[in-house]
């Protein structure tokens, strides 16, 4: 089977390299960005085009979800079978005459951090069963965690996984302004940053939480509030501390 | 030197067990709880009492804050160090006629959750040059990752670990109750949680930050508020969303 990867993003960066050290036959990276085309046809050493779209078996469009649509339209193939990587979008946001289908990487991708991809959650979802089985056979071939989930889950996976990636690596941030706004290396938070994401895979994060908030300890509470004097940090610090608070009185 | 450590929470729990680790010279385990006091007993092979507290060369308050102040009144003893392990809280907080030290642990403890004690960060803060000698002393039998900083770093770091751990461990909460509603295996998300805190040893948290916020895709914003259905988690999802935007606006 052939395919070809279209985008040159963090997605389509990852998919490449994926599909490359699994022993898929990626024929093309096509986009519309030839610097970065052109480096991530150096890195994989696969043939890039921003003109032509190579006849494949199989797209992959790895592009951010408003250009999904129009890139769609692209692909003036009827036997063929394409797929995007969106956690939102329905099969049905591609337009053309081809077989559809979602093909969902779950990580946080960004080009400058190599991945072992052999844990890499894929998620996929075909209108036709045997589609289905190709793109979870396509899927194996890279990871040992794939599965096929609806739409609605999906959604409602990327949903929460803005909560456990996205939102939490801005958590991270935000320590990180606190240190060096007062002179304390970021490094000596690494441990605790470290077993806080280790400890759920012992304890739910329910039985996890630990700190002010959790005790409902009004005077560590209200003394933390008079060290901030940012108001966007302030505004997250009170509505993350209400959101524990009023979790653990159901 | 001969030690004793107040409480029997989860900071107690874990400073007994480390200082017995390091062959430092627990001699008792003092506090109100007898049920957990005795747990800890046994746990650590130690005595303890709830009514009577041994002499010894230095005691360790590790209650909550609010209890700090009156547990310190108990040490009759005026040639001994007494800390407390609290990130707020001053020296001062201390009310007694002994040396009077701060003795900051940062970690997320929980009493069913094992921890390595050898990364474990310790901030020691005494009134007397000698004291701090003793105390780093002490913590580096515990840790190889110890220093000194002063109340107004050590309120700060405390802060920050508040963002980097609780409010971080209360996002993966949320995440599962995502999870949990849509039948979705909270495990598929583990791959990711463990990246996303594994990249910023390598990335700064500011550079790998994704997701829609950083990127502003409006599309993606409204999409997924529209399927929060629950106010207090589209509070924090609107909260974050804005930190994050503004902290890229920057």
Same mark, same amino acid.
């Given at each position: 089977?052939?395919?070809?990867?279209?985008?040159?993003?963090?997605?389509?960066?990852?998919?490449?390299?994926?599909?490359?050290q699994?022993?898929?036959?990626?024929?093309?990276?096509?986009?519309?960005?030839?610097? !970065?085309?052109?480096?991530?046809?150096?890195?994989?050493?696969?043939?890039?085009?921003?003109? +032509?779209?190579?006849?494949?078996?199989?797209?992959l469009?790895?592009?951010?979800?408003?250009?999904?649509?129009?890139?769609?339209?692209?692909?003036?193939y009827?036997?063929?079978?394409?797929?995007?990587?969106?956690g939102?979008?329905?099969?049905?946001?591609? !337009?053309?005459?081809?077989?559809?289908?979602?093909?969902?990487?779950?990580?946080?991708?960004?080009?400058a951090?190599?991945?072992?991809y052999?844990?890499?959650?894929? *998620?996929?979802?075909?209108?036709?069963?045997?589609? $289905?089985?190709?793109?979870?056979?396509?899927?194996?071939?890279?990871?040992?965690?794939v599965?096929?989930?609806?739409?609605? #889950?999906?959604?409602?996976?990327?949903?929460?996984?803005? *909560?456990?990636? $996205?939102?939490?690596?801005?958590?991270?941030?935000?320590? #990180? #302004?606190?240190? #060096?706004?007062?002179?304390?290396?970021?490094?000596?938070?690494?441990?605790?940053?470290? !077993?806080?994401?280790?400890?759920?895979?012992?304890?739910?994060?329910?039985?996890?939480?630990?700190?002010?908030?959790?005790?409902?300890?009004?005077?560590?509470?209200? *003394?933390q !509030?008079?060290?901030?004097?940012?108001?966007?940090?302030?505004k997250?610090y009170?509505?993350l501390t +209400?959101?524990?608070?009023?979790?653990?009185?159901?």
């Open positions: 089977m052939t395919t070809v990867i279209i985008g040159s993003g963090n997605v389509a960066w990852h998919m490449a390299k994926a599909f490359k699994a022993g898929i036959e990626l024929v093309q990276v096509f986009g519309r960005n030839e610097k !970065e085309l052109h480096k991530l046809s150096q890195e994989v050493g696969v043939a890039y085009s921003t003109q +032509e779209l190579t006849r494949a078996d199989f797209y469009i790895c592009t951010s979800d408003k250009a999904i649509h129009e890139v769609s339209k692209l692909i003036n009827e036997n063929v079978l394409v797929a995007h990587t969106s939102s979008l329905s099969r049905e946001a591609l !337009e053309g005459s081809y077989r559809k289908a979602s093909f969902y990487p779950l990580q946080t991708f960004s080009k951090r190599a991945l072992d052999s844990r890499l959650p894929f *998620f996929v979802d075909a209108g036709w069963e045997a589609d $289905n089985i190709l793109l979870m056979n396509l899927a194996k071939k890279i990871s040992n965690n599965a096929q989930i609806n739409h609605h #889950q999906r959604k409602q996976m990327h949903l929460s996984a803005v *909560f456990a990636c $996205n939102f939490v690596n801005h958590l991270y941030a935000r320590a #990180q #302004q606190i240190c #060096q706004h007062n002179d304390i290396p970021f490094d000596f938070l690494l441990p605790l940053i470290e !077993e806080t994401a280790d400890k759920i895979k012992t304890l739910s994060p329910m039985e996890a939480q630990t700190g002010p908030a959790v005790r409902n300890d009004q005077n560590v509470i209200e *003394f !509030e008079s060290l901030i004097s940012n108001s966007e940090l302030l997250v009170k509505t +209400e959101s524990i608070i009023k979790m653990y009185e159901l």
